[in-house]
């Protein structure tokens, strides 16, 4: 399975539309996860038009998105149980947020997946898989704007971060 992962995409703020490889990657998937932060739902309804999209709302998205995405979500790929979430407050804070957010069903999920900094992320802390795609369209905190690919199979994941030239 090929997953596509983005995040903080703030459109229609940061650019009129999604970025050619983001359309590219997102018909070559089987799912897009987008970890908050779209504005406006426009980008929701773009990217289920090419394939199947998992999503929650960040703190900068409008009322269209934020009436219509949960805060958080738990759904599975594979044998993966994946736990989707924003964030909020500090980047360097962002892994203690989400254990707190995910307290209950932390022991169950083995890959968060979430946005908010803009900076990519991919990291593994104490048996779980911490993955921020960064931003394909914003780089105000990032040196660059990035997606990331997820190729999974049962629970073998291989985890990329692409920057975006």
Same mark, same amino acid.
């Given at each position: 399975?090929?997953?596509?992962? *983005?995040?903080?995409?703030? +459109?229609? +703020? !940061? ?5 050619? +490889? =983001?359309?590219?990657? !997102?018909?070559?998937?089987? #799912? %897009? *996860? ?22 929650? %709302? ?7 998105? +934020?009436?219509?995405?949960? @805060? ?16 909020? /407050?500090?980047?360097?804070?962002? &892994?203690? #947020? *989400? ?6 069903? $932390? ?13 990519? %992320?991919? @990291?593994?802390?104490? /048996?779980?898989?911490? $993955? ?8 105000? #905190?990032?040196?660059? %704007?990035? #997606?990331? =690919?997820?190729?999974?199979? /049962?629970?073998? &994941?291989?985890?990329? *971060?692409?920057? &975006?030239?």
């Amino acid at each position: 399975m090929r997953v596509l992962v *983005i995040s903080d995409t703030h +459109i229609p +703020i !940061a650019g009129d539309d999604l970025p050619d +490889i =983001i359309k590219e990657e !997102a018909k070559k998937s089987n #799912y %897009c *996860i987008h970890a908050g932060d779209l504005v406006s739902y426009e980008v929701f309804k773009k990217l289920s038009s090419l394939t199947k999209v998992y999503a929650v %709302c960040g703190n900068m998205d409008n009322s269209s998105v +934020i009436n219509k995405l949960p @805060k958080k979500y738990i759904f599975k790929l594979e044998d993966l149980n994946v736990g989707l979430i924003h964030g909020v /407050g500090a980047p360097s804070n962002l &892994i203690n #947020y *989400i254990n707190m957010e995910f307290f209950k069903e $932390f022991d169950n999920i083995d890959l968060f997946i979430f946005g908010h900094s803009h900076f990519p %992320c991919d @990291k593994e802390y104490k /048996g779980k898989i911490y $993955f921020n795609p960064g931003s394909p369209t914003d780089k105000v #905190y990032a040196p660059y %704007c990035s #997606y990331g =690919i997820l190729e999974i199979e /049962g629970k073998n &994941i291989n985890r990329r *971060i692409l920057k &975006i030239e």
